[in-house]
């Protein structure tokens, strides 16, 4: 299954991959050069494939816990200063995607949408420690009842060239749900309460509406 943010991309490598099949075998003549362009073909449109596949996942609500908002690899779980919503301390836990990973967006928790708002920015690298104030970036808030107000924010990394963002300011969203997809490379960091219990380590792989990341 592929991710409908796929589907126009995948159909143009679709169509480029056979037409280049095809003019390889007429334009070409040494076969160890046809074989090797088609190939280079193939694998070009199983990575276009791969980076926008959509495994469906289980939702199941846990109103105790906050689950990950995208796959990845846990980068950053540190006290820093939020300045564009709270203005106040929180706790940061980055997660990083690297270009094999799913790409899905998924809501962290189930509440109302209090604020969305995209900014346009850099493409640093995705690790960079000011990706999250200077790269193009969406910062999402998330009203829930027990957890209070929780920020997500989806950053573009150096390769990825387009995020999108399905949540809306009073939306009603479902924990697990499709909120969004960050084209080619990217990071999501979550801001919580300070005295929310962490469980995630540094390095630690998670999985998007499965794997928990604080309660």
Do not use: C
Request: positive net charge; aromatic residues 12%; charged residues 25%.
């Amino acid at each position: 299954m592929f991710h409908k943010e796929g589907y126009i991309i995948i159909l143009f490598t679709l169509l480029f991959v056979i037409s280049g099949a095809l003019l390889s075998e007429y334009f070409i003549s040494l076969n160890w050069v046809k074989i090797t362009v088609q190939i280079a073909l193939i694998i070009f449109l199983v990575l276009i494939l791969q980076f926008f596949r959509n495994p469906k996942r289980p939702v199941s609500i846990d109103e105790t816990r906050i689950v990950a908002p995208v796959d990845g690899k846990v980068v950053v779980i540190e006290e820093v200063f939020e300045k564009e919503y709270f203005k106040d301390k929180r706790i940061q836990v980055s997660i990083f995607m690297s270009p094999v990973n799913v790409h899905v967006t998924r809501y962290p928790l189930s509440g109302v949408v209090k604020f969305s708002k995209y900014h346009p920015g850099k493409y640093l690298v995705a690790w960079h420690p000011k990706a999250s104030e200077e790269n193009e970036r969406t910062t999402i808030v998330v009203e829930h009842r027990r957890f209070g107000d929780i920020l997500y924010r989806q950053i573009a990394g150096a390769m990825a060239k387009r995020i999108v963002n399905y949540a809306r300011e009073e939306m009603q969203v479902v924990q697990g749900t499709d909120a969004g997809f960050i084209k080619f490379g990217s990071r999501v960091d979550l801001f919580l309460p300070l005295n929310t219990d962490i469980h995630v380590k540094l390095h630690q792989k998670v999985k998007g509406g499965i794997d928990i990341i604080a309660g």
